[in-house]
Nanobody, 118 residues
Framework: QVQLVESGGGLVQAGGSLRLSCAAS????????MGWFRQAPGKEREFVGS????????EYADSVKGRFTISRDIPKNTMYLQMNNLKPEDTAVYYC???????????WGQGTQVTVSS
């Protein structure tokens, strides 16, 4: 069983940066994949990016490539989402999630709000 808690959201102007954190409790092993998703008002949840806990196989949505970076700190059991050059269209609730191997994501955090003003 893994529990996930996001933090680091807030209000930022366009062009600014934020770093989100996803703290995991419970045993996260190297066969886990951790992901970031977001959901804007009135829109479906969309994939932002993911990383295998081993640190390989980074993936990003085209909309955030070159601006967002995912990393993780194994001793702290924490995943990060560094968001640079933020745009108003990045405004959403951001969720972290975890899955084992190729299964569906079945562990989710509560979400953290990111608002980018123009």
């Amino acid at each position: 069983q893994v529990q996930l808690v996001e933090s680091g959201g807030g209000l930022v102007q366009a062009g600014g940066s934020l770093r989100l954190s996803c703290a995991a409790s419970g045993q996260v092993s190297f066969n886990y994949r951790m992901g970031w998703f977001r959901q804007a008002p009135g829109k479906e949840r969309e994939f932002v990016g993911s990383i295998r806990w081993s640190g390989i196989n980074l993936e990003y949505a085209d909309s955030v490539k070159g601006r967002f970076t995912i990393s993780r700190d194994i001793p702290k059991n924490t995943m990060y989402l560094q968001m640079n050059n933020l745009k108003p269209e990045d405004t959403a609730v951001y969720y972290c999630a975890a899955r084992v191997g190729a299964q569906e994501y079945n562990y989710w955090g509560q979400g953290t709000q990111v608002t980018v003003s123009s």
